[in-house]
Every structure is written in structure tokens, then in C-alpha cells.
């Protein structure tokens, strides 16, 4: 096989799976099928594989291996956090970013139902979240903060530890939640860094297998659960273990977690000659977020008279796959994070998303220089 | 007029379909009932097959197995009237008043209040051999019916539960209750059409008004690939899919449109853009129509509705196509179409978010009264007979049909698929869809 046909540039919507971690679901699919629950070997065997992923984990994320509890995702691990930890709090507020993923708003706005008020804290230009600002929003009766590490959209990093510091002093006894899924992986994370009672991780984003992901806990922190049956998870999410998911979701993270530091150089490295590349050829290009303090695998850039959808859609016929805005809700109105950063509807409308992942090359981004210039200025040539 | 069954079973559990205006065709009619009978076959074939037989100026139905699907489908049959599930027993009457007491019992237990039930037997006699008339009939089974049940009262004029009772040369048909079918003529009795369907809300059901009709329609859609993705194609597909439930597995053709929208958008006057894209996809259409042997384009228009549909507009889109353009939501307000697009179970599936038409090509100021005659004037500039013959001649067709996989029949030219999956790329082989391998034009 000669060099792939395509430029795969939309890591921050879905991975490929690493081929090492595809072995292992593999195996834990054919071979090592035990239910964790049964007593037989086949059974002890799969409820050691799931305690070693849980240590795994834990380690990664300088965790306890008690705190973490597997879920079917990022979205499960928000909803679960966010309602769990409002329901099972001395409050009726909750306090979000305005550049937070649905899972989290759209589970805040749930909870309306239930008699909560949510107070949203908007961002700078470059969707940056400021530490006073968040612990302004806080009242007596906050019961959860949630904010994101790193923003799927734009890539800024939200200075969590500073917040932490801020909301502790505010509201001394609101959870709060740190959505890492998008920073995992790219940058280092830890609870205990992070100042955190919970951070949620998904595995598909980190080459890890869909519908598995974690919330991971502070020690002694306990939401209200979601599902009830069997009590797996300790009690916080019932439901038979998905073992091969979760067996290949911590072989994922370990190895995410030990390349963060080189693939993290080499993702700037592909990251400024991305964003070189594009404001050398493309005139007019306005590169989106926070470029001091993002994720390496995220650029978001704005190709002003030039509708998204239309650039996305011809990049696919060279080859170059990227997104507009986030792939969840792409196919919805505009972009929730773009707003919230001050573009106009206009912008947003014309702004495309370019992410890295582990097997991103330089051949990868320099087709995307190669294929954007032309194509922006067709296009262009058309909105006159 | 009296004929025996063809190919039908006599007694057992059965459904007794009525049809309504085939009757009236005259000299068509064995024709229109021969083409119902196949169709009530052909829905019938992959949920619940069955026997359908033709008799007396009704068909019949015989299920394999458990009437309920057979009958829920015949709701989804156009030319259908009205159904009855019916027990078909010997000519006994000691038989007949067995089945009669069994159905109004359960018919009776279906309704909860005790109060008296208004009742009556309505007998048909068509077999003149049988020893009773249908007068007897009635008076004997109502007597029967009478003694055993007491809740029964006897009202001709205010029946609230009526028996009613066909003698036929082969069996007795007994049936309690009558079911409302769609109506329409059925599909294919009318001829061809082509329709004109995009991904909203109208277009779907303005086709299948077409099918109520008795028509068979083939549908086209015009794809302004890479303007607009691919999803909104599935989207379409997934409309017409849904649609195939009404006639059966559905031509789908793919017109690639976004070499017309690039040309109109370059060479012609902004007002006039939409308009123009609309007198394109009617000579399009009205190629595919003739290739395909269609009598006329199906639109989704309704009067007034969009800047697009004002009378000057129709008109000039009309101009385009010389084949009749039928519009059957005309004078429907958008609730209307609406509360049937939710019926027929594609408002679902159009209000699914896709890509429409790229803004690039949508004028801000459409022309509202637009003339016939400017629009010839304006597209001398683009070469109009070239585009239309590359649109015709690139389209994609592929056959539809609801729970079975999709057969293309032709892949489609000028659209570009997406790159060829590569197989150490599980992305690409995910994002790889197409029926084309990728040609080395299409990555230049």
C-alpha cells in the first residue's frame, strides 16, 4: 500500500482506532468474553482485565482506581456528573461555560425541569473562560460547576486549576466539573491538577474504541447514578461492564497518556505550518481561539465570503476530510462556541475545523495547504 | 355483474376489500382490478403473503397467517375503499349462525357500556341457487342473534353494529366490521410520472398525492454536488424509500446540478437565479421524463407559498417544460400539507437538518413576478441545451424500496464520490460510500 488517498483532518469529531488497541478489543471480544460477575475463570479472568483497566486509568490521570467509573461515553459521563451531582447536591444553580459541549448544556437545561437555574459564563474572543468570572456567577446555593478543559471547536484551554482555586472560595461546597475529553491526550491531565471532583473522558477521541468513555472521581465524591440494576461500577452505573470497550479504552489512554508529551511537539509543529500555510495562501484567513493557550490538534479558521459547507464539501473531493463547527451538531444552525466567541453569524458560517490525531502526517496538512488556497478563491470568484 | 373467484380460497379467516371508483371505469375495469389485485399482492409479498383472489366486484384476501398485518397493510394500498375482516363458512345456516354469533360476541365485548346496541343483518344474496333469499337471511340470523344476545335491538335506519352477510356460489362471507382504506385509483392504473423532489416537506407528499391517483411515480433530484454534502442525498433517499411503501421498489435518479447553479450564478441577472434553477430543472426533468417514459413532472408548488411560487413564477418555470407540470398542493395551505406529511410518515424525515441549497447561489432579492420572456432573454448567456444534456446524461439511478438494500443501477457520471476507501484507513473506508470507484479526475 502506498500512501493513504486521504487527509483525514477531523480527529477532534472521531479517531481511528489504533491497530494495538484494536487487538486488544479483539481478543476481549473472541476470547476473554467473561462477564466480570461470574465466578467461573472466564469470569474472574474478565473482572481482573476490568480492574486493571480501572487502575490503568487511574494511574493516567492520577486518580484513585475506586473513582473511576466506566460509562458509554464522553455524553454519559457529562450527563452523569452534571445531573448526578446536582440531584445529589444542597442546591438548586449550576454554573456552565458558554462554550461547553450539548452534553453538559443540554443536561443543565434538563435540570430545569427539576427546579434548577443555570447561570452561564460567557468567554473572551478566544473562548477563553476567566477563573473570576466563573466564580462570579456562583451563589450560595451553586450544587455544580461545569466547565471544559479544552474546547472541541477552537482548541482553548480553560485555565481549570485557577477556576478550581476561584470556585472553591465561592462556593465551597459545589461540585466541580472538568469536561476533559477534548484536552485528554493532548495535554497532560490530572484530577489532582485540575483541582477537580470529576472530569469526563471518551476513548473514541484518544484511539480508543466508540461507546465507552469515564467519569473519573475525586476520592470521596459521589453523584447520584444514572442507571439502577446490578450496582456494577460501584453503584454509580449498573448494566453488565463493557469489557472489550473498556479493556481497549485503557490501552488507549495509556498510550495517549505516555506520547502525550513528543506527539505534543510534533502536533505544534504541524499545527503552525497549518496555520502558516493557510494565512500565507489563503488571503483574508482569520484563525479562531487562543493561540497561546490551546490544544496542538485543534485550528479553527475562518475563510471570510466563503460558506463552510460548500469549502468542506469540495475539500472531500481532494481528499481532505475536516468539519465545520463540531461534528455533533454540524448539521444544526450555527455554531454555539463560535458565537459565544464573538464571530458574526456570518463567520460562522464560513469557518472550517482542522484536527490532528496520532497518525496525522505533514503530507496530511500540507494537502489541505495545498487544496484550501485554490479552492477559496473559486469559491470566492462564485460570491462576487 | 357476477363473477366467481379467481385463485381464492373459500372459507377460513379472510379480509373482504372494497373498491370505490374502479367500479365506475367501465370498460377499464377489469383492468383496474386486476392491476389492485396485483398490487395488494405485491404489499402484501414480504410482510404478511397472502392470497388475494377477485370476486363478485370485490377481492379477497386470504392471509397465511395472522390477519392484523395484512390488514394494516391494505390501509397503505391506494384504490383500496374500505376492508372487513370476514370468516368465509359452508352455506349451513347452522354454520352461518355459529360464525355470526362468534363475531358479534366479540364484537359486543369490544364495547364497554351495557346499554342497548342498535343492530342489524345486511345480506346479499349473490349465489341465487341458495334455498333463502336475502330478506330470510337477515330474519333468520337477526332472530338467532336476538336470542342469544339481549343487548341487540333491532334499527334498521340507526345501526351502530351491523352483520353483514355475502352468499356466494363458493361460501358465505360474514363480517362485523368495516374499515376505511385510502381510496385513490390503484398505482399504475394512471401511468407514469416524474417528480421533482427535494429535501423538504412539500415535494414528498405532492408525489404521493400523484400515487393516490393511480399513478407510478419516479422521482429525480437535483444534487448540487460539492456545494452541498451527501447527507442531504440520503435524506432524499430516505424520503422516497419511505414512500415505496405506497408503490412498491422506486426509481430514484440523482441529477447533478451544481455545473447549472455555477453557470446561472455566473451569467445571469441575481433576481432571476432561482427561477432560472427552476426552468433548468424542468428541462432536466423533462428529458429523464421522456427517457423514462413519463406523461407529466410532479411538483411540490403551492400557490404563493415562496417567492418561487407566486402565479408569474409557476408560469415561468412552466414555460420550461413541455410536459404537463401537475401540482397537487396547489391550493393546500402549509398545515394541510404538513398534517399529511405526517400521516404518510415523511415530516419526519424532511425536517431532518441537511444542507439545502448553498447560499453561494441564493439571490437576496428573488425576483417576485418574474417574465417568461426575460428569463428566454437571459439564458442565451449560458449554453443552456449543453448543461441540460450533461445533467441528463450523468445522473445516478438507483432503485429504492423500504427494508431492502438499495440497487444502483447506474453509478452516475459528473458527481464526484468521495476518495476510494483505503483498506489501512478504517476512516476512509467509513467516509468511502459510493458505488463509483474514484476516478483519478475526480482528486485533481
Redesign the interface.
Known sequence: ?NA???A?LDNAAT???DPRVAEEVERFLLEEYGNPSSVHPLGVRAARALREARETLARCLEAEPAGVVFTSGGTEADNLAVLGFARAGHGRHLVVGATEHPAVLEAAKALGAEGFETSVVPVDRGGRLEAAAVAGACRPDTAVVAVMMANNEVGTIAPVAEIARAVRAAAPRAAFHVDAVQAFGKVPVSIRACGADSLALSSHKIHGPKGVGALVLAPGRRPSPLFHGGGQEGNLRSGTENVPGIVGFARAASLAAEGVATEAARWRRLRERLARGLAESSPGVVLNGDAERCVPTILSATFPGV?G??L???L????V?VSTGAACHS???GSHVLLACGLPEEAV?STLRFSFGR?TTEADVDRAVEAVPPLVSE?RA??R | MERGTSGAGATGECLVVRYAEIGLKGGNRRYFEERLQRNIRDALASTAPARVGRAWGRLLVFPEGDPAPALARLGEVFGVASVSPAVGTEKDLAEMEAVAERLVGAALARRTAAEPVPFRVEAHRGDKRFPMNSVEVNRRLGASLLAKFPRLKVDLDHATLTLGVDVRDEAAYLYVDRLEGPGGLPVGASGRVLSLISGGIDSPVAAWLAMKRGCRVHFVTFHS?????E?TKEKVKDVVRRLSRYQGPTLLLVAPFAAIQ?EI??GCPEPYRTVLYRRMMNRVAVRLARRHRCLALVTGDSIGQVASQTLENLRCAEDASDLPVLRPLLSYDKRETIALAERIGTFGISIR???DC???FQPDHPVIRGDPEVCRQVETEIDFERLVEDAAASCEAVRLAEGKPDRVLAPGAIV?S???P???????RA?AGSARP?APE??V
Do not use: Q, V, W
Open positions: 500500500m493513504p488517498p486521504l483525514y479517531t481511528r482506532c460558506p459547507e460548500a468542506l464539501h469540495h472531500e473531493t481532494r481528499g476530510f448539521k444544526r444552525g458560517r497518525f469559491l462564485l460570491a | 454536488y460539492p456545494f452541498i454534502g447527507a455555477t450564478r455566473k437538518p441537511a444542507e448553498c447560499t453561494l464526484p468521495p476518495p476510494t483505503d483498506p489501512e484507513n478504517p476512516a476512509s467516509a474514484l475526480d482528486l
